[in-house]
């Protein structure tokens, strides 16, 4: 492939990546504040996609320390399947957790409660790096996925410890606000 075919090859993938991690964004950002009418009922299977959400996370956080181990041993294969299994259930993840916020109001943290301080702590970075992360992960997958090695490692750099502490922040993110779900 020659430089120009490359450069729009590159050029096309992060134009997708773009207008995915708007939409996603948007899309949270639109069941949140609950601008589209929500359905009249909810399914029971609805209520357990907290924990699904909870269990994906902490899974996503594991296979990703696992992932780190395989490429310091460098088994690049181990580490990308690794990767590529934490990219699905992050996926799945993410459709959980819309699938949820279409059914279900937010459930607040109650104000009188001393761990709210904490809670905040770590809830609102976990918002605004989940919101970020996703762009990056995109990135750092077309390259690693490319083996451009170089250009993978620098913006993995920045993804993979932003990957981490949201996956690690959604499990205790849940963890905290769990005794207060009122369904």
């Given at each position: 492939?020659?430089?120009q075919n490359?450069?729009?090859s590159?050029?096309?993938y ?8 708007i939409?996603v964004?948007?899309l949270v950002?639109v ?5 589209i009418?929500?359905p009249n009922?909810i399914?029971i299977w609805?209520?357990?996609l907290?924990l699904?959400?909870?269990i994906l996370n902490?899974?996503?956080?594991i296979?990703?320390?696992f992932s ?8 690049i ?9 934490t ?7 993410l459709?959980?957790y819309?699938?949820f916020?279409y059914?279900?109001?937010?459930t607040?943290?109650?104000?009188t409660n001393p761990l709210?301080p904490?809670y ?6 976990h918002?605004?790096?989940?919101a970020?992360?996703?762009?990056l992960?995109?990135?750092a997958f077309?390259?690693g996925l ?17 990957w981490l502490f949201v996956t690690?922040s959604g499990?205790?993110?849940y963890?905290?606000?769990a005794?207060?779900?009122s369904?």
């Amino acid at each position: 492939m020659n430089i120009q075919n490359k450069n729009n090859s590159d050029k096309i993938y992060f134009r997708w990546v773009l207008g995915i991690s708007i939409t996603v964004f948007s899309l949270v950002v639109v069941l949140n504040q609950k601008l589209i009418p929500q359905p009249n009922q909810i399914p029971i299977w609805i209520f357990t996609l907290p924990l699904l959400n909870a269990i994906l996370n902490g899974t996503c956080f594991i296979l990703l320390l696992f992932s780190l181990y395989f490429i310091k041993q460098k088994n690049i294969r181990a580490h990308k399947i690794t990767n590529l299994v934490t990219f699905c259930l992050s996926a799945l993840f993410l459709i959980s957790y819309v699938t949820f916020h279409y059914f279900v109001n937010s459930t607040s943290f109650p104000a009188t409660n001393p761990l709210r301080p904490l809670y905040l702590a770590i809830l609102i970075p976990h918002i605004i790096l989940a919101a970020l992360v996703l762009p990056l992960i995109l990135i750092a997958f077309y390259y690693g996925l490319k083996m451009e090695v170089e250009k993978h490692k620098k913006i993995v750099r920045f993804t993979y410890p932003i990957w981490l502490f949201v996956t690690l922040s959604g499990v205790l993110v849940y963890l905290l606000i769990a005794p207060y779900y009122s369904f």
